[in-house]
């Protein structure tokens, strides 16, 4: 069964009633548990099991430190161009916004590479809007290529692309590929996404598994929490978080939870989704999946990150931008405003005080650039 | 309370299931029935001992405040199970049933495989079916497709009286299965039948140690109260909540600052 | 020859089970009669004849666990 047959089937089998009925005995009877079903999952997400959140941020702590040690791994986002075909109706980047577009040149990527790398960050996130005549990718291999020199591990969140294209990409040095659904309710996606090839909801639901196909390290996945109901957008990511893990079990598969957050253009958040229900979401997710690594960006204050480093926080943002060009210069236009300005000596000193140890490089990469290397880049059959 | 256990169409009160096996006296048993409020009692079916005037049990049982639910024991494979409860059906016993294949004469352990085949064929039959098993959960899950109305895990195996031996796989039973559990064969005290309850099974059953007990109708009792504490503290709300002890200062406490 | 309960026994020609019973003085409903895996009621037993081969069991419901 491909992952948008088993969201249709979700969608009849749990409505927004079975999610009001749940009873305080069925929530301590899954906290009882250690392998949690999907139903299990809900049942976490639902009201009955908001009092219960003590608990569960006690037993999540527990499962992250033992799968994932007391440690976070440090990244940043470093934008290559905002150009876009869409016309997401939440987003800056969108193509009706008169905004300023940018795009580096592959050799500006690499300078503002070299400075992020001077941080001391050796795990990079690449950013483009979707635009194949802009950021085709042919554009994207050049730039990975130049940066790999400076970075252990090089994701790209841009476009969907074809298992070939990822192949390609992995050739060139990519180990990573985040790609967020935003919202996973065919209709109000719909709505959304009025314009560009963004509009192809199957399409993108099933990015991250061509990914996986394609012999790509680790996939990330998410919801742009607040552009669709509570639990349900939650309760799909985390579905599909475990769809791709149960398929694809040699891959790291992580999940981000970014919140809908103050940009360019005229969008009203209809379902804002609030800080404690951000936690439960935190909360529940790791104790369904307690190998699911988990992101936190700079969409978040300070604090309020500092205190879910904690609770399940695997991955977070430090020193980032989300301008192109951000850390060159500044005539470029934000995607979104940044809540936590601190810098990655500020993160790294945040984390050590915790208790917590920064990772700023998990791996070393072995494979050259002419793609030797034990994986290599054939990817899977 | 309400808190009815329902199977197969009835609703129940009494989550204490009684065996009639093994009792000195038959005379005793509308006695034993009565304090310990069981309302599902498990009878046999045997060829009749011409030498040894063995009495119709159900002359002791009240037909009108008991299900009757004959067991299948003497049956070594699914067909022989079938073939008895079909007979005890017939002969007017009612269609509930505890099948109980046991081809091992050393532990008298269910044949699992049997007894889903078994539980297959008399549940496509109209029988209300209860199998009693060794608590595996692929069995478990196969004996719910075949249409079994609950599952009965053995605690221990019979007659050893040594109470939830099998307590880890049980509770596995319980937080997968989503029909009743009902805990049969090893409880020798009722200690054992509380915590049992307190799991989460949803009835037990209990013959040896109350036949055989120094006063029957006086252990009878003892398993009644001791199901429904048992029951009463499963419903108060399980302490278990509290396995992973509270951090002194609270983790989520930043939320409501 | 037929069996009961077992035990081999040698044909009784012509007889019913109604008669059969009668000869081995058991009563009507005091215990469960099956013939070859078909239980007999009572009110039956008269019209059911013993065939040469069959199998008959006389059952009762005894305590069990």
């Excluded at chain 1, 749990?14 to 299990?40: F, T």
């Excluded at chain 2, 505890?98 to 008298?108: A, C, F, G, Q």
Aim: glycine share 8%.
């Amino acid at each position: 069964m491909s992952f948008y047959e088993q969201l249709t089937r979700c969608r009849e089998q749990y409505s927004p009633d079975w999610v009001r009925k749940v009873r305080r005995q069925d929530v301590e009877k899954v906290l009882a548990r250690d392998r949690l079903s999907e139903r299990d999952f809900l049942i976490l997400l639902s009201e009955a099991a908001e009092e219960y959140l003590e608990e569960m941020a006690v037993k999540a702590r527990a499962l992250t430190w033992r799968h994932f040690g007391r440690a976070i791994l440090l990244y940043t986002p470093l934008y290559l161009a905002n150009y876009c075909e869409n016309r997401c109706l939440y987003c800056s980047f969108q193509a009706a916004n008169k905004i300023r577009r940018r795009k580096l040149t592959p050799e500006e990527a690499e300078a503002e590479g070299r400075q992020i790398a001077a941080t001391g960050l050796r795990h990079l996130l690449l950013l483009t809007g979707e635009s194949r005549r802009h950021t085709p990718v042919s554009y994207l291999r050049e730039c990975v290529a130049l940066l790999s020199k400076y970075f252990a591990s090089i994701g790209i969140e841009v476009y969907p692309l074809t298992r070939e294209e990822y192949s390609l990409l992995i050739e060139s040095g990519v180990d990573s590929m985040t790609v967020y659904q935003e919202v996973y309710d065919p209709d109000i996606y719909r709505e959304l996404h009025p314009k560009g090839p963004k509009r192809d909801y199957r399409f993108r639901l099933e990015t991250p598994e061509r990914a996986c196909q394609a012999g790509m390290w680790s996939v990330n996945i998410g919801p742009l929490l607040g552009l669709g109901p509570w639990p349900e957008e939650v309760f799909w990511a985390g579905l599909h978080a475990a769809y791709l893990q149960e398929r694809y079990p040699d891959v790291e598969i992580s999940i981000s939870l970014p919140r809908l957050q103050p940009f360019i253009g005229n969008f009203v958040c209809r379902y804002p989704v609030s800080d404690l229900r951000l936690v439960q979401a935190l909360l529940a997710l790791r104790l369904y999946q307690p190998r699911l690594g988990i992101t936190i960006s700079t969409r978040e204050r300070a604090e309020l990150r500092d205190n879910l480093v904690g609770l399940g926080v695997t991955k977070m943002s430090a020193g980032s931008s989300t301008r192109v060009g951000g850390r060159l210069q500044q005539d470029s236009d934000e995607q979104f405003a940044l809540a936590d300005h601190r810098s990655v000596e500020e993160i790294r000193q945040m984390l050590y005080r915790k208790g917590y140890q920064p990772v700023f490089k998990d791996w070393h990469p072995l494979r050259g650039k002419e793609g030797s290397g034990w994986k290599g880049a054939q990817g899977r059959s | 309370m309400n808190d009815p256990l329902v199977i197969g169409g009835r609703t129940l009160e009494s989550r204490l299931f009684l065996g009639t096996g093994k009792f000195p006296a038959n005379a005793m048993i509308p006695e034993v029935i009565r304090r310990s409020g069981a309302q599902v009692v498990t009878v046999a079916l045997r060829r009749v001992d011409f030498e040894a005037q063995e009495e119709n049990i159900l002359n002791y049982i009240d037909r009108k405040n008991c299900i009757l639910m004959p067991n299948t024991s003497g049956a070594r494979n699914a067909a022989e199970a079938v073939k008895i409860a079909r007979i005890a059906r017939a002969a007017g016993c009612g269609n509930w049933v505890k099948i109980e294949v046991i081809n091992d004469n050393r532990y008298l352990l269910p044949d699992n495989y049997e007894t889903i085949k078994a539980t297959e064929i008399l549940a496509g039959e109209g029988f209300v079916v209860l199998p009693y098993m060794s608590p595996d959960l692929a069995a478990a899950r196969a004996l719910v497709e075949a249409g079994a109305a609950a599952v009965m895990p053995l605690g221990s195996p019979i007659g050893s009286n040594r109470g939830l031996k099998m307590k880890e796989m049980i509770r596995i039973l319980i937080e997968e299965i989503e029909l009743p559990v009902i805990v049969d064969a090893g409880l020798g005290r009722p200690s054992h039948a509380a915590e049992a309850m307190e799991m989460g099974a949803a009835a037990v059953l209990v013959n040896t140690a109350i036949a055989t007990a120094e006063d029957p109708p006086g252990m009878a009792e003892a398993f009644s109260l001791a199901v429904r504490a048992g029951r009463l503290s499963y419903l108060a709300g399980s302490p278990e909540v509290s396995r992973y002890a509270r951090a002194s200062s609270p983790l989520t406490g930043f939320l409501r600052d | 020859m037929i069996t009961v309960n077992g035990k081999k026994e040698p044909f009784p020609e012509g007889m019913s089970v109604g008669e059969y019973m009668s000869r081995r003085n058991i009563n009507p409903g005091e215990y469960i009669v099956v013939l070859n895996d078909e239980v007999i009621k009572p009110e039956d037993w008269a019209e059911t004849p013993i065939r040469d081969g069959d199998e008959l069991q006389i059952l009762v419901m005894l305590g069990g666990g």
